[in-house]
C-alpha cells in the first residue's frame, strides 16, 4: 500500500485530495495547525482527521511515496524540514496531480473570474454524457462528492486552473503545471496584489500559462476582454485559438432562456457574465466531442457552484443570494447580474473584503463604481485581518471614498453588520452577499432564513426605500 503525508491537510482542495486518495486504497495520514469546517467534519468522516492539531516531525518517516505540500505551510515547516532531511519527495498539489495524468488528455480553465463556473458547467456535462474524467474544482458541486477526483480508467481531465503560487517551495502558479491540451480562459483582470505586485506581473502569468499549452493543442478565449485580446496576439503559432463572446439569450416570464437554432433553452444561471461562461463551456465541450444537443440538454440541469450567485433562501417577496465574488470585476457582474435579474426590486449588496488585495489601500480604487448598481450597499471588513496581512491600517473612510458609492455603509464588526441588516424591511428587497471569507464566521444561512420568514413578506415588489 502507497503512503502519502499531507502537510496542511485542512486546505480545501488538500483534504478532498487525501479523501480521494484513501477511497483509491492509499494509507494517508496528515497534520494542520487549524482545521475548521468543511473540512474537519469531513476529515472526521472519512478517519483522516489528525488526533491532535500542530506538526509533529515523527510522522514524516522512511518509505513515504510522498509529501503533499499544502500552500498554508511555511518553508521552516518542522514536517518539511525532516521529509527534505530524509529525502522524501515533497509534491505541491498541482504537481502531484499532473502526475496523475500525465497521460491524459488535460482541459484547464483559468481566469480571473468565473472559472470555477466554467469548469463545473463543463464537469455536469460530461457526467451526463456518461464520460470518465479527472477533475479538480474550487467549489462543491451536486452529483460530485468531492472537488477532486481520479479515475485510473479515465482518459480526459478537466481542471480549474489557479493563478496563484503552488507551494511555499514552489512560487510558480498553480497553473503552469497542467500543461494542457485544451485551455480556456474567461478574462483577465489584476489580482492578488501580494504576489504580483503590478498588473504586468499578473499579466506575466498567463502569458506563460499560453505559452505552456501542448502542441497542437488549442486556447478557447473571451474575445470581449482587452487583455486576453493583447496576450492571445502573443500566441504560439502551434496551437488553436477559439475566441467565444456571450452566449445569445432572453428571457420567459423573466426566467434566462439560452437561445440556440432559435430555441429558447431554460437555464439556471443568469447575468451577462453567466452568459459568457454559458459560451465558454459550449467551446470546451465541443472541443471534446461533445454534441450541442447534448450540451444544452446539460446545460438547462446545471444549477450551479456552490457560492457561486447562489440562492440561500427566498418568499414571494425577497431572495438572497450569496457569491464569492472579491475581485473588482466579479464584485460589479454579479451585483449588474442580480439587479438585471430582478428589475422591480430594490437591491442591498453586501461586500466583505477579505483578501490582500481589496484590504490593500494602494488597490482599494479598483472598486470604484463597482457597486453603483445596487440600491443600497454596505462593506464589512475586519481590522484583525489587515493586520494579521501587515497591511496599514484601514480607515471606513478611506472605503467609502475609494468605491465613490452614495450613502455606503462601512462596517468594521460583524455583530453591528447583522443587527443592521436584520433591522432592514425586506418587502420588495434582495439581499446579494459576497466574500471569499466568512462575514466574521456569522451564518450567513442563517441570516437568509431570517429575513425571508413569514412574518416579513409584506409589502410589495414595487415598495420603495
Known amino acids: 500500500m502507497s503512503r502519502v503525508h499531507f502537510i496542511a491537510i485542512g486546505g480545501a482542495v488538500m483534504h478532498n485530495l487525501a479523501i480521494v486518495l484513501k477511497k483509491k486504497g492509499y494509507d494517508v495520514t496528515g497534520s494542520d495547525d487549524d482545521i475548521f469546517d468543511p473540512a474537519r467534519s469531513l476529515l472526521q468522516q472519512h478517519e483522516l482527521l489528525p488526533p491532535e492539531m500542530g506538526w509533529f516531525p515523527e510522522k514524516i518517516i522512511t518509505g513515504l511515496e510522498a509529501v503533499i505540500l499544502g500552500m498554508h505551510a511555511r518553508p521552516d515547516n518542522p514536517e518539511l524540514r525532516r521529509a527534505r532531511e530524509l529525502g522524501v519527495p515533497v509534491y505541491s498539489f498541482p504537481e502531484f496531480m499532473f502526475g496523475q495524468t500525465r497521460h491524459k488528455h488535460r482541459v484547464v480553465i483559468g481566469g480571473s473570474h468565473g472559472k470555477t463556473t466554467v469548469t463545473s458547467l463543463v464537469m455536469h456535462v460530461l457526467k451526463m454524457a456518461g464520460i470518465r474524467f479527472d477533475y479538480l474544482v474550487g467549489a462543491r458541486l451536486p452529483g460530485f462528492s468531492t472537488m477532486v477526483g481520479l479515475d485510473e480508467k479515465a482518459k480526459l481531465a478537466v481542471f480549474e486552473g489557479d493563478e496563484y503560487l503552488s507551494s511555499a517551495l514552489d512560487p510558480r502558479p498553480k497553473f503552469h503545471w497542467y500543461r494542457p491540451h485544451t485551455a480556456l480562459l474567461t478574462g483577465i483582470s489584476w489580482d492578488h496584489m501580494n504576489v504580483f505586485p503590478t498588473r ?266
Open 200 to 465: 504586468e506581473e499578473y499579466l506575466g502569468a498567463f502569458r506563460a500559462f499560453i505559452r505552456l499549452i501542448e502542441p497542437g493543442g488549442s486556447l478557447i478565449y473571451f474575445a470581449g476582454d482587452p487583455a486576453l485580446e493583447e496576450i492571445t496576439g502573443e500566441a504560439p503559432e502551434n496551437i488553436t485559438l477559439i475566441p467565444y463572446r456571450e452566449h445569445p439569450h432572453t428571457a420567459e416570464n423573466g426566467h434566462p432562456c439560452l437561445i440556440h437554432n432559435n430555441q429558447k433553452v431554460p437555464v439556471n444561471l443568469f447575468g451577462r457574465h453567466n452568459m459568457e461562461n454559458m459560451a465558454g463551456a459550449l467551446r470546451v465541450c465541443r472541443e471534446l466531442g461533445i454534441s450541442d444537443e447534448e450540451f444544452y440538454r446539460a446545460a438547462g440541469t446545471f444549477t450551479g457552484a456552490a457560492r457561486r450567485l447562489e440562492k440561500l433562501a427566498e418568499n414571494r417577496h425577497t431572495a438572497v443570494y450569496y457569491d464569492f465574488a472579491h475581485a473588482p470585476s466579479k464584485v460589479r457582474a454579479t451585483v449588474q447580474a442580480m439587479a438585471t435579474r430582478y428589475p422591480h426590486r430594490l437591491l442591498f449588496a453586501c461586500l466583505e473584503l477579505h483578501t490582500f488585495s481589496s484590504l490593500n489601500p494602494a488597490f482599494l480604487p479598483h472598486y470604484r463604481g463597482t457597486l453603483d448598481m445596487a440600491h443600497r450597499a454596505a462593506v464589512y471588513y475586519n481590522p484583525e485581518t489587515v493586520a494579521l496581512k501587515k497591511l496599514p491600517a484601514l480607515m471606513p473612510g478611506q472605503v467609502r471614498k475609494a468605491f465613490g458609492k452614495p450613502g455606503l455603509e462601512v462596517f468594521t464588526d460583524a455583530d453591528s453588520l447583522w443587527n443592521r441588516l436584520q433591522e432592514e424591511n425586506w418587502a420588495g428587497r434582495n439581499l446579494l452577499m459576497m466574500s471569499s471569507g466568512n462575514f466574521g464566521g456569522k451564518d450567513v444561512k442563517k441570516l437568509a432564513r431570517n429575513i425571508t420568514r413569514d412574518k416579513q413578506e409584506a409589502g410589495h415588489d414595487m415598495d420603495l426605500l
